[in-house]
């Protein structure tokens, strides 16, 4: 299909592009795709391409820049800035968040002073649900983080026996990262003119329900975000956990459809041209999503399971499965089938064997039992990897693994199945999760890195932004209820730079977050909104917050007050286990 010519490439490619046996060729090739560089569309489009794992776009107006995204890093976004600069060194008139991901926003204070935005020499724009979304579900800790490392490999090393690339870009960079919120939010659609340059926004959810879609009408220029994720089949459920409604992705590409762009810019993979070709793509996008979609309904209709259902919608028919567009290297046809089946029936699928099943390491038990013991499970698992057959091997293996996880040998043959399922697949995501989960196994996965890793991950200029009902509700999730049975509590939490109130009513195994001031609060505590913030999210311990007089108690005992923050979990700073289970 038709790529935009590079008006320069680098010669630089962040991804793996050796050959190796333990590399399907198919992964080789399509990371031979991500080599960094600045791709020309028209006159004054410049789309840059594997310099991480998102593009960054610059449109040349008549007096200024527009730039699309920042990418994961400042470092990243340096980067690409410098070789724009070589194009034009015109200022810098506004930013477009695409969405809320942090491979699109967290480079931008590497792109402008945040001065510069707040004496409106500059404007970034957003979808109004930006903010809410960028933050996620706090009270889940350290599992989506550390799942996403799972996800992009960012505990293996790059190279023929670890990481490749991830599907949608060569890598996903981890650097100095921060966040500058958009001045200028908008729902629906917003009409606006910069340097010269008319753009039309319009709301475009699918990857993420903030996500935008931007249109040049001088131009006939599309820039589609992430609605098509580069050179890949869409990731309509992602295995760092996040889910997507298929149908409403189907919408969106409809709606892009019928601008009849002449050129395609997104937020990974290179830019096409071509109205043909554009139209092309789009079509084949929404019905390779379609197909999936419908045939899982279909034989779900049918009452197939989920495991039923991935062997009889295994992939896509030809014409889509071998669209140069569309192959399984970040989505993959199995795992929405899957997420389809959950997301219209849950996880029950209709034998009543399993509405109360027997707890899952009694059951496993009774499987090692039934399987000859542990040595039998070993010795069938070793022939079934000699033999090829280790999905099997790494099945039975886990059975085992849950009563003895500390059995080396064991924890060492699912290591090597789960290597070789991983050498062996072409998507990019499942070989990360194969061999990040065989490091965990073997203990050669570094502890230490991966905590770096996760500390890197971590973006302070959208936790120092969380609205306080937000660290509240997160709060409230670590109540431990063994330690708060029969105790009946109000507190409320006074904000003294800002005015507002905030409480938790405490009913015996339940903590309920209130915004605004709870009736007949029995603790009151003063504090400013930062300290209040620092309490909730665990970074800084009542006791220190009470000495340095950063919090009063001005109504209640001082012994309650105690007796009410002990009760609470602390976050946890421990990374979970993800296969040792």
Not at 4 to 18: C, E, I, S, Y
Not at 74 to 80: F, G, I, L, N, S
């Amino acid at each position: 299909m038709p790529i935009a010519d590079p008006l320069f490439l680098n010669r630089r490619n962040l991804a793996f592009t050796g050959n190796a046996e333990t590399i399907p060729e198919r992964i080789t090739r399509h990371a031979q795709m991500m080599e960094q560089g600045i791709y020309q569309v028209m006159d004054r489009f410049f789309v840059a391409v594997g310099y991480g794992n998102s593009n960054m776009t610059m449109i040349e107006g008549t007096d200024g820049i527009i730039l699309i995204d920042s990418l994961e890093t400042e470092e990243a976004a340096r980067q690409v800035i410098t070789d724009f600069r070589t194009i034009t060194s015109k200022p810098i008139k506004a930013i477009i968040y695409t969405h809320s991901h942090p491979d699109h926003i967290s480079g931008a204070r590497a792109l402008i002073d945040s001065e510069e935005v707040e004496r409106c020499h500059i404007d970034i724009y957003a979808h109004e649900r930006l903010l809410s979304v960028i933050r996620g579900n706090p009270g889940l800790g350290n599992v989506p983080p550390v799942r996403l490392a799972y996800q992009f490999g960012l505990a293996l090393e790059p190279g023929a026996e670890g990481l490749v690339e991830v599907g949608l870009g060569p890598l996903l960079h981890i650097g100095t990262n921060g966040f500058l919120p958009p001045t200028v939010l908008f729902q629906g659609t917003l009409e606006i003119e910069v340097a010269g340059i008319s753009m039309h926004f319009v709301e475009a959810p699918g990857e993420s329900d903030d996500e935008i879609a931007i249109w040049f009408p001088q131009h006939k220029v599309l820039h589609g975000a992430d609605v098509l994720q580069g050179e890949t089949l869409p990731n309509l459920y992602a295995l760092r956990g996040a889910v997507r409604d298929p149908m409403q992705w189907v919408r969106t590409i409809d709606l892009m459809r019928g601008l009849n762009a002449e050129a395609l810019l997104l937020g990974h993979g290179r830019p096409m041209t071509g109205q043909d070709d554009v139209a092309e793509l789009l079509t084949a996008a929404r019905d390779a999503i379609q197909y999936i979609h419908d045939q899982s309904v279909r034989l779900m209709a049918n009452g197939l399971t989920p495991d039923e259902l991935v062997e009889a919608i295994a992939e896509l028919p030809p014409r889509l499965r071998e669209h140069p567009w569309l192959g399984e290297f970040y989505g993959t046809v199995k795992q929405t089938v899957r997420q389809v089946y959950a997301s219209n029936f849950g996880w029950f699928e209709g034998d009543p064997t399993f509405v109360d099943p027997l707890p899952r390491r009694e059951r496993s038990g009774r499987y090692v039992d039934a399987m000859g013991g542990p040595e039998a499970i070993q010795r069938i698992a070793s022939d079934a990897i000699a033999s090829g057959d280790h999905r099997w091997a790494a099945e039975i293996l886990t059975h085992l693994l849950r009563l003895r996880p500390e059995n080396q040998p064991a924890r060492q043959l699912k290591a090597d199945a789960l290597r070789q399922l991983g050498y062996q697949t072409t998507n990019p995501i499942w070989r990360n999760f194969y061999l990040t989960g065989a490091q965990e196994l073997d203990g050669t996965l570094d502890q230490d890195r991966l905590r770096s890793t996760l500390r890197g991950l971590a973006n302070q200029d959208v936790a120092a932004s969380m609205p306080i009902h937000l660290a509240l509700r997160a709060f409230v999730t670590r109540l431990n209820p063994e330690k708060s049975s029969r105790t009946w509590l109000s507190v409320e939490f006074q904000i003294l730079d800002t005015g507002d109130s905030y409480g938790v009513e405490l009913r015996s195994e339940v903590a309920q977050d209130v915004t605004g001031k709870p009736a007949d609060a029995d603790l009151v505590i003063q504090t400013t909104e930062g300290t209040l913030r620092a309490l909730l999210t665990g970074r800084q311990v009542w006791s220190q917050a009470r000495d340095i007089g950063a919090a009063t108690v001005t109504a209640g005992a001082a012994e309650e007050v105690e007796k009410f923050w002990s009760i609470f979990h602390p976050p946890s700073g421990e990374i979970p286990a993800i296969v040792l289970r």
